[in-house]
């Protein structure tokens, strides 16, 4: 075969393969986007109008309304998604610990090796949250210098809620202490809005208590289920999880050339 019928059958086979973006990763691409510009908008008012994060403390929160309550019921949404079993344009791998996202594989289950799935991605859980317990008493130790206040908290969990989808869409540093394949199978998926608003946990108002507490909520719930549902998380006994049947396409470009082979594996 000729230098040029090489090439142009090799682009044709790129083309076969190459996996159209969903309708999913196109929703969170425009999430991305709108969390960037909350970002940048709150920024902005830290600098033009910083008398409205006055909302933060103790329960100014229901003195007034302003944008930042806002923020607050689109957080409060995301979490509830988290604590209630709704079919929408959701990720699974947020939604793989509820009963519909389960696919129960046909061959017999092998619990032992379940068993040290389980206790293995746990363990590297649980390195992740210790690094993050530590990232939080830094912030707290500033916080308590008076280097940061609560308007600079705020914004860095704001930054937090951008970096999550970036995590997401484009790369992730977890992923290389978890060593999932992609967010679907991440175990730690559902500890985002704790990670998010966990900075927040040194400001004492309503506004930020309200929310580390439904966050912390969502956490102990994913908990409990990867302990008394410990099949749901695995793609091994869950087949939602597996490569050939996703349906989000959520992977960077690396994860989808990764699924490319496992499919022509299988």
Partial sequence: MKSGEK???????????????????????????????LLLLSVLLYVQRPELFAVLEGWSFFESFTVLHILWVIWMIDMFCQLVPIKAKISIGSQKHFRFRFQEV????????????????????????????????????????????????FLISMLFYVCDLICVLIWCPFRLMMKNRCCTTCRIFNWDHLMMFSPMIYVLGFYSLSLV??????????????????????????????????????????????????????
């Fill in 106 to 153: 046909k061959d017999r289950i092998h619990y032992q090796a379940l068993k040290e799935y389980i206790v293995s991605t746990t363990k590297r859980a649980y390195k992740v949250f210790l690094l993050w317990v530590v990232l939080i008493g830094a912030l707290g130790v500033l916080y308590h210098l008076k280097v940061l206040g609560n308007r600079e908290l």
């Fill in 7 to 37: 090439t142009l059958s090799k682009t044709k086979e790129l083309t076969r393969l190459k996996s159209p973006v969903s309708d999913i990763r196109k929703l969170y691409i425009v999430r991305l986007m709108g969390r960037v510009v």
């Fill in 213 to 266: 507490t439904v966050a912390l909520a969502v956490w102990i719930m994913w908990e409990l289920c990867v302990m008394i549902y410990p099949e749901r998380f695995w793609e091994m006994t869950n087949e939602a999880l597996r490569c050939t049947e996703c349906t989000d396409k959520l992977c960077t470009q690396y994860c989808q050339k990764l699924r490319k082979n496992m499919n022509e594996t299988l």
